[in-house]
């Protein structure tokens, strides 16, 4: 049970069909864009594994390992998988698997994560506490300054004063219709935002849910079904979403353009046989509004990865 309010760690094997974490890497100079995701499946055949996506060339790379190599701690967010290392604030990557060598190690500073409280215990909110949820989703830091380098196949790749943004989910499979989308390079530093709109099942109904956070000026904007915040004028068109979400004097508007996308692998009742169509380079046009403050933003977010896994009417 005290592991509702600690998200991030590996909640454990046997428990979920599934559980990864997400980390989205972008350079200084901004020419190279990589997502890194560990985790692990229960569901038989069963297998820890490592995806690393270049959202630059739309190369995969899916690492798999005997589930054995999956090694996490109980109380703090620390895994390893053979001779790779995963926590919130760094990374070691040790890959040598068919001729692709993955090798370095990257330090996270200044991380800026979902807001835990008693009753509402990070993204998941109150619906943190409802058993047999199909999917739950955390998001452990919006924002953070990355160091260190990577050599990826002989290429030397400096991350110092890079971005990055880290998240999880954990359960039996993805919804089977929603929307994802994040950035955190924009014209302004510090400045990073996350939404996911989601078909969500639940005891044989099922309800559209919704969520996103917004780092402006150092200070945490979130919206989500549970805090009343009101989706509206959502439309999809093949790779484009546009969508606002409205919550007392705060107003967001969003409309977002997918680039190229990949297949990476996902869950479908725990087996990693799944394919969700990824892209790290979509665009994301974002106009903020807080009346009460006298606040009032409106950007471009570039290197954005964005999944469109859903018809509009899917989502209504």
Known sequence: ???????????????????????????????????????????????????IFNGISGDLQYNKFNLNKFQYKKDKFEVTIANNYFSTDKIKLDLNVQGQVVKGELIFIDQVPWPIKFLSPGAMGPFAFLPRMECSHAVLSFDHEIYGNLSINGDDISFNHGRGYI????????PSGYVWMQSNHFSEERVS???????????????????????????LNLFSTYNRAKLKDLTINENQVSFKLVKKNQR???????????KLRSPINGKMTGKVLESLTSTINLRFIDLKKKIEFDGVGSFSGMEIMAKEKELH
């Open 1 to 51: 049970m005290g592991n509702i309010w600690k998200p991030e760690i590996c909640h454990g094997i046997g428990k979920f069909r599934f559980e990864g974490w997400y980390y989205k890497l972008v350079d200084y100079n901004r020419k190279v864009a990589i997502a890194i995701i560990p985790g692990f499946s229960s569901a038989h055949p069963s297998q820890a594994f490592i995806q």
């Open 167 to 174: 998240e999880k989910d954990w359960g039996r499979s993805f």
């Open 193 to 219: 935002f996350m939404a996911s709109i989601a078909r969500i099942p639940y005891l044989g109904r099922s309800f559209t849910g919704y969520l996103a956070g917004f780092l402006y000026k150092n200070r």
């Open 252 to 262: 967001i508007e969003i409309d977002a353009t997918q680039a190229k996308t990949s």
